[in-house]
């Protein structure tokens, strides 16, 4: 139990032989996971040690809670402190109880506003030890701390997740000048995107500001797992099959704890093109962009605002309604993409895996382990490293492929350069009559009885004879059908659907790149 005079017991870590880990560890730890934490109301010296190094000295000095400035957390900021200790609880093995402060009794992590003339040091702490100052935090009077709410996304409540991590055995993932043998994180980790405990703002491709347009809400990827190795996992946290749900209402910039389910699901409804992935560590993007800022403009790409920890294992995803792109992982999934022209990404070759048709969709199984089955529902598109593929024949696919068999011959639905082509005009907005009047142009005809004979042969194998073709150059002639619109009549035809063997690319989708 921490008194004002004393600390609760603390222990030294050994290291974790991982440098993502032992980049965060200060050295030492509270012995136990149940840490008690208060609110101090009172700057009477029965509260405070007046030792100076291991406390704050005099009472008639400037240590912090003697400053003229130093005072109690209001109610508001007391709800958003503890909400920030129950980001840590959620993930590790902590257990947070406030006590009330008496001369015998206080937290072993105490919080308070003082004041440092530096408006840019936000707030401080101090990590376990055996000194009475150990876990005390202390929120500066005249930074922006005492200038906005402390809601989670903002810097303020960032700096609450931060400054606990430091009381709990955390430190800077960056090289400390006093002790150049500290472990230090790689540059391209050591950003807020993967540790609050960092000092860096910046994207995937380096590019750094001095904040985001929303800050993180969570501990990050690699807090969860330092601080896991110190305290241990919270297996009780969404340890049932949960759905994480975003919108468009809301902004998110968060890593997923989850202790286990048999069947996990991310789940967006908004209509922002995303970027699911399912694999541990990995990060996706989802619903509104959160942004590197420079004084307030936004700074290159979009950072990842969702992403998921280590060991964690989320089976589903469905996207919402724009063009999204889904990642599965090691288990079998259900990965759902909605309305839109969906992509599923597998990081193999095309030969590892086995792809059926099912009445709602596909299905994707790995050869080589049977058991680790997707299920691809409202996919439109499916790449894998070595073949891109698209699903959509009762769509944007069949009209291409059809199309490309009646303007081009049957041997064209299957020339990948050309249902690439197709691809990408009718997945900008062409309609099907439109797609029809492009191929005509890419044939380069121009007289309606070149049109129609064309189409005609690539059909039926021969000619037309006059009586057969002049009917159809007379709707053309007249404008009682467009180019295009005869193009779509003949691609539409059963014949040319047996041409092209269209019940069969049903089965294996079209290859294109």
């Not at 909400?83 to 406030?98: M, P, S």
């Not at 303020?156 to 400390?176: Q, R």
């Amino acid at each position: 139990m921490a008194t004002p005079f004393t600390s609760s017991s603390v222990i030294f870590t050994d290291p974790a032989n991982d440098n993502q880990i032992d980049s965060l560890l200060s050295g030492t730890r509270w012995t136990n996971s149940t840490i008690s934490y208060s609110f101090p109301t009172s700057n009477n010296p029965l509260f405070w040690s007046t030792l100076s190094g291991s406390g704050y000295g005099s009472q008639f000095g400037d240590g912090e809670p003697w400053n003229s400035t130093a005072k109690p957390l209001n109610n508001a900021d007391q709800g958003y402190f503890e909400n920030a200790l129950q980001q840590w609880a959620n993930v590790a093995n902590l257990n947070f109880i406030k006590v009330a402060e008496t001369p015998s009794d206080v937290g072993d992590i105490r919080t308070a506003y003082t004041e440092d003339p530096d408006e840019s040091t936000l707030a401080w702490s101090y990590l376990p030890s055996n000194s009475p100052k150990s876990g005390d935090i202390w929120m500066n009077t005249q930074s922006l701390l005492n200038f906005e709410n402390w809601t989670p996304g903002t810097i303020s409540f960032e700096t609450l997740l931060h400054e606990i991590g430091h009381a709990l055995g955390f430190k800077h993932p960056f090289a400390n000048p006093d002790d150049p043998t500290e472990e230090t994180l790689p540059p391209a980790l050591d950003s807020i995107m993967h540790t609050i405990m960092s000092y860096t703002y910046s994207n995937l491709q380096g590019e750094e500001g001095n904040e985001f347009s929303f800050h993180p809400t969570t501990p990050m990827v690699l807090d969860i797992a330092a601080m896991q190795y110190l305290y241990g996992a919270n297996t009780h946290y969404h340890a049932g099959n949960d759905t994480y749900t975003y919108n468009d209402a809301n902004t998110y910039n968060e890593a997923i704890w989850d202790a286990s389910g048999a069947s996990d699901t991310i789940q967006y409804t908004g209509t922002i093109s995303s970027r699911i992935d399912l694999n541990p560590t990995s990060a996706s993007f989802i619903g509104e962009p959160i942004y590197v800022q420079s004084n307030g403009v936004n700074v290159g790409l979009p950072i990842p605002n969702v992403w998921i920890a280590d060991s964690v294992i989320i089976e589903n995803a469905i996207a919402g309604q724009g063009d999204d792109v889904l990642i599965g992982n090691d288990s079998s999934n259900i990965l759902d993409g909605d309305s839109g022209i969906d992509t599923v990404l597998v990081q193999a070759p095309r030969d590892n895996y086995t792809l059926s048709k099912t009445p709602s969709g596909y299905t994707v199984t790995a050869n080589a382990n049977p058991g680790n089955q997707d299920t691809l529902t409202h996919i439109e598109r499916l790449e894998f490293s070595d073949t891109k593929l698209a699903l959509d024949l009762d769509g944007y696919a069949g009209e291409v492929a059809k199309l490309l068999g009646a303007v081009f011959g049957a041997a064209a639905a299957a020339n990948q350069d050309y249902v690439g082509i197709g691809l990408t005009e009718s997945d900008k907005g062409l309609s099907y009559e439109q797609l029809g009047e492009f191929a005509i142009h890419a044939a380069e005809l121009t007289s309606h009885d070149e049109i129609v004979t064309l189409l005609w042969q690539n059909l039926f194998g021969a000619a037309p004879s006059e009586t057969q073709k002049s009917p159809y150059v007379k709707m053309l002639d007249t404008g009682e059908i467009s180019t295009g619109g005869l193009a779509v009549l003949a691609a539409d035809s059963s014949v040319n659907a047996e041409n092209i063997h269209l019940t069969g690319l049903v089965q294996t989708g079209v290859a294109f790149v």
